[in-house]
């Protein structure tokens, strides 16, 4: 079982508190893109063997979405962090990376 800490009101839970929402950092593309790129933004997901970022909502407490860095081997949590963001913060890409020597972030498009 996954225990996530929503960064927005500081609760640690049992994952069965969230719910989660798929893929994170996924761009989404404007009225003037392909249908390819759309297409790309339904259907084509990472599915990786090892560090992934997640969407997830804390459905039974402030309602907010928020970002999860973890391993899907071995069900590591890195962090949880703010929704709204472009990338990991720091100190989450410094847990993956101690961890994960090779591991490095990668620009989503």
Not at 14 to 28: C, P, S
Not at 34 to 41: A, I, K, L, N, W
Request: aromatic letters at 12%; charged letters at 25%.
């Amino acid at each position: 079982m996954l225990i996530l800490e929503c960064p927005y009101c500081g609760v640690t839970a049992e994952e069965t508190e969230f719910h989660g929402g798929g893929e994170a950092h996924l761009t989404r593309h404007g009225p003037d893109s392909s249908e390819q790129d759309f297409e790309d933004y339904l259907f084509q997901r990472e599915n990786p063997k090892g560090v992934h970022f997640e969407r997830w909502r804390h459905v039974n407490g402030c309602g907010k979405w928020l970002h999860a860095a973890r391993c899907t081997l071995t069900l590591e949590v890195f962090g949880t962090y703010n929704a709204q963001t472009f990338e990991p913060p720091k100190h989450i890409k410094d847990a993956i990376t101690a961890k994960r020597p090779g591991w490095t972030w990668r620009t989503f498009s």
